[in-house]
């Protein structure tokens, strides 16, 4: 089925360092999310972007709409421990239902 | 969590045997979605509602079924648990052109 690429898998940083992650796809999407997922927990919308190179921040997050429609980054800056997480891209298809097509997910590690 | 509930938290189960999630929301959405999380996979939807009655199929739907007969419940039923049904499964829900949030998911171990 439908998948989204994305990079890297994980990363190791020290705290206070910016963190840069992408999803790509094949496909063109409506919309793009990205998701934060602790330990034992769901994931958390961390940002929705609805228009092709729109740009939108969130305190130290920031995310854009890539102007293809087939791509996303999400940025974060000055990182500290709680960023620790699974970070995830989601792509939406269609209106409507949220037939959600979900990157691999990027695993963050801080060191302090 | 957006008022999710999932239950159980975590099920260990038999190979062969019925096994039958529940996620119960709050917030009176009209979608309803249910999720596996699998390493490598990231998330992949199982089925989907988009009202009392009204269900279809996602991505990897084979071996499952669901029925939503209120709007603040849709159950997830494996008929006959196997071993590659061993996941974390997750509810969503979502309003039309909304995000999904999501619960915090049920953990099921099939021997």
């Known amino acids: 089925g439908q998948q989204l690429n994305q990079s890297p898998q994980s990363m190791f940083i020290q705290e206070g360092e910016d963190v840069s992650m992408n999803c790509t796809s094949s496909s063109i999407f409506n919309t793009w999310l990205w998701y934060k997922q602790d330990p034992g927990e769901g994931p958390v919308l961390l940002i929705a972007l609805y228009k092709a190179g729109e740009l939108t921040s969130n305190g130290r997050l920031t995310a854009q709409f890539g102007i293809t429609r087939k791509d996303s980054f999400l940025n974060i800056s000055a990182s500290i421990p709680s960023d620790v997480g699974i970070y995830f891209c989601?792509?939406?298809?269609?209106?409507?239902?949220?037939?959600?097509?979900f990157g691999q997910g990027t695993r963050l590690t801080i060191n302090p | 969590d957006a008022g999710i509930t999932q239950s159980p938290r975590h099920k260990v189960t038999e190979t062969g045997t019925p096994v039958t999630l529940r996620c119960h929301q709050t917030?009176?959405?009209?979608?309803m979605y249910w999720y596996r999380q699998d390493p490598g996979h990231g998330l992949r939807l199982i089925h989907y509602?988009?009202?009392?009655?009204?269900?279809d199929k996602g991505e990897v739907s084979d071996g499952y079924s669901v029925s939503r007969s209120k709007t603040e419940d849709f159950l997830l039923t494996l008929e006959s648990a196997t071993s590659s049904q061993t996941s974390v499964y997750f509810c969503?829900?979502?309003?039309?052109?909304?995000?999904?949030?999501f619960g915090n998911g049920t953990r099921l171990t099939v021997t």
């Open positions: 989601a792509g939406q298809l269609i209106q409507g239902a949220q037939k959600l097509v």
């Open positions: 917030e009176n959405h009209r979608y």
């Open positions: 969503a829900i979502s309003e039309s052109n909304s995000p999904l949030h």
């Open positions: 509602s988009y009202g009392v009655k009204d269900t």
